[in-house]
């Protein structure tokens, strides 16, 4: 008769990726977008499919208007943004421009509303890094963790 155990999912329920880089020296806003990107691990080191810099590029740029983007009109301003970089059009499909605002809203860096897309309440990044990711969403990581050490813990302190 085989036993009824409760299977461990390794499927993380939140993953957090953060990459310590040089102070900011480039005032070239891409490139300052591009860093920012790779250490929040939204982007890979030396990844060339980079469309994700172009949507925080075309939001940051919405947020000083304080204009809500459809994906349509996102799409397009990202097509002229990555033309006048001189860059290749690769990701700039509606599906992967969705599935990259997915990761951006999961990060809580960008929020949709009625199908329109924004920086967060057009809030300031060190505002919404401190309240959105430092206090709910790392906070909520490292007391998992520190739960992992105490079962652990215990688990090979009676051996």
């Known amino acids: 008769m085989k036993s009824a155990r409760k299977v461990l ?12 880089y040089e102070k900011p020296q480039s005032r070239k806003e891409r ?3 591009k860093r920012l990107c790779l250490s929040l691990g939204l982007l890979q080191p030396g990844d060339s499919r980079d469309v994700i810099v172009d949507i925080l590029h075309v939001l940051f740029k919405s947020r000083r208007k304080k204009q809500l983007l ?3 009109e996102l799409e397009k301003k990202v097509i002229i943004n990555r033309k006048l970089h001189k860059l ?4 700039i499909a509606p599906s992967n421009i969705r599935r990259q605002l997915k990761r951006l809203r999961n990060l809580m860096l960008v929020e949709k509303l009625k199908s329109r897309y924004r920086i967060t309440e057009f809030l300031g990044l060190s505002d919404i890094f401190s309240e959105k990711i430092e206090k ?4 909520g990581i490292m007391q998992r963790v520190k739960e992992y050490l105490a079962s652990v813990d215990e688990l090979f302190a009676k051996r």
């Open 70 to 72: 459809s994906v349509e």
């Open 136 to 139: 709910f969403l790392l906070q």
């Open 88 to 91: 290749q059009l690769q990701g």
């Open 31 to 33: 490139e300052l977008i």
């Open 9 to 20: 999912s390794d499927t993380p329920l939140f993953e957090l990726t953060l990459r310590k």
